[in-house]
């Protein structure tokens, strides 16, 4: 009995040390793309007062749109012709458009959606609405700016969209920014604590400078927040994969303003590449399928700088399980930190691009085990880029991980940047100016 006395305490002393080791070198786990967080049940959320604005100016849009019988004069056909009746006819809330060049642009409609959706329905949201503005980490500016543009270049006056008289769009910009600049909560904050979503590189076109403050969400090289296009294509599951026969895939206009000089420059040297598709055209009521079919059958899809850095373009690839092929030396992507893009998209830099058969021979050279886990890793985050709440009007719970609960955390990630910025302003002397973050043009 003695002689056991040093085994037990041995075997103790082993498994205390196992215990030890354990909670210091977890046992290793798949990998996730998506970075940590605490539950939202032990988290801390943001909270997102919401301005007071009238509905003309948001689901009024809507309702104006709905009850439009012309089409829109860009693309000639109207996308949304079948949904008419039915849309104009839902109440209160109403979907939004299909036309793609309004749908891309729409996370304005699901961030105030979840705002609106009551209570006892928003567990799952990142966000908590609050109703007191003392208790506000940020305020929410719920003015549907994307679809008051698009709304003006459609269907407004033609070549108005840039003037002021007659302008549509204009008059609403100026009706949001005197009400929210005359509000307590502007005043209180100098605005920098107000939160607009400006996902279309037009919206608030003429005040811009205005609101310069704020934190703006954009999808392209502003400031603030890079918020996700929305995708036009459907979601294609991994189970869902089958052969790829072709390499590239590339589905656009070639002539493009600004970083449009590249994207013309790559046509020519890759329109006549075996197993490379560039096509002219926009994935639209008449190319949808087309766009379906070409990236779901190639390994790659091409992702040239356009008018912005950015595009749906690149979301519809992912969702598409195409591998991206990033063709910017500026570019910045939405949810950087919390998703690592190399894992499942490839970066080239415009000057090796450029040289003739250097990209088809580079991607090419990319193993089928690199390609399988390209593809694997793009399934883990499709849902990240998912606005889509499955609920009419977009009044619903939102997806846990979906780019809704993402963007509330971005901007959580900025509070005690704005609330520093907010006691720099209230102790500043009178007569002394401090310089805006940016000026927005």
């Not at 809330?93 to 891309?104: F, H, V």
């Not at 900025?414 to 302003?425: D, G, N, S």
């Amino acid at each position: 009995m003695k002689a056991s006395v040093p085994l037990v305490a041995f075997i103790l002393l082993a498994l205390a040390l196992l215990l030890i080791s354990s909670r210091f070198n977890p046992s290793p786990s798949p990998k996730s793309l998506l970075s940590s967080s605490p539950t939202l049940q032990s988290a801390p959320r943001l909270k997102v007062f919401v301005a007071d604005l009238p509905r003309s100016l948001n689901y009024g849009l809507l309702d104006e749109y709905w009850a439009l019988s012309t089409p829109d004069s860009r693309i000639g056909v109207d996308p949304d012709a079948g949904l008419r009746p039915a849309a104009a006819a839902a109440a209160p809330w109403k979907p939004y458009p299909e036309n793609p060049l309004i749908k891309q642009y729409n996370a304005e409609y699901w961030l105030l959606g979840d705002l609106e959706t009551p209570g006892g329905r928003r567990g799952s949201s990142f966000a908590e609405r609050v109703y007191d503005l003392d208790r506000a980490d940020v305020v929410f500016v719920p003015f549907f700016a994307t679809l008051s543009a698009e709304m003006e270049l459609g269907w407004g006056r033609k070549g108005g969209f840039l003037k002021k008289e007659g302008n549509e769009d204009y008059r609403r910009q100026r009706e949001v920014v005197d009400r929210i600049r005359e509000s307590e909560a502007w005043r209180r904050s100098g605005g920098r604590d107000h939160v607009f979503v400006l996902t279309d590189p037009v919206a608030t076109w003429h005040v811009r400078s205005e609101i310069a403050p704020a934190v703006l969400l954009v999808v392209s090289l502003l400031k603030d927040v890079i918020v996700p296009y929305t995708h036009l294509l459907p979601r294609l599951r991994l189970s869902e994969n089958r052969h790829r026969r072709n390499l590239l895939y590339f589905k656009g206009a070639k002539h493009r303003h600004r970083g449009g000089l590249v994207r013309e420059k790559l046509w020519d040297l890759l329109v006549d590449e075996p197993g490379v598709i560039m096509e002219e055209g926009f994935p639209n009521a008449t190319g949808r399928e087309q766009s379906i079919k070409g990236m779901r059958s190639s390994e790659f899809c091409l992702h040239p700088a356009g008018d912005t850095p950015t595009s749906c373009r690149l979301f519809d690839a992912i969702l598409s399980l195409c591998i991206p092929v990033i063709v910017s030396d500026e570019i910045e992507l939405p949810f950087e930190g919390m998703i690592d893009y190399s894992d499942f998209s490839v970066f080239v830099p415009v000057s090796k691009a450029l040289q003739p058969k250097w990209l088809v021979n580079y991607l090419r050279s990319i193993s089928e085990q690199r390609k399988r886990r390209y593809r694997l890793n793009m399934a883990q985050v499709q849902r990240v880029f998912e606005y889509d709440n499955g609920n009419p009007g977009g009044i619903g719970p939102v997806p846990p991980d979906g780019a809704v609960n993402h963007i509330w955390r971005k901007i959580y990630q900025k509070v005690p940047i704005i609330r520093e910025a907010m006691i720099r302003e209230k102790r500043k002397p009178e007569g002394v100016s401090i310089p805006l973050r940016c000026h927005c043009t």
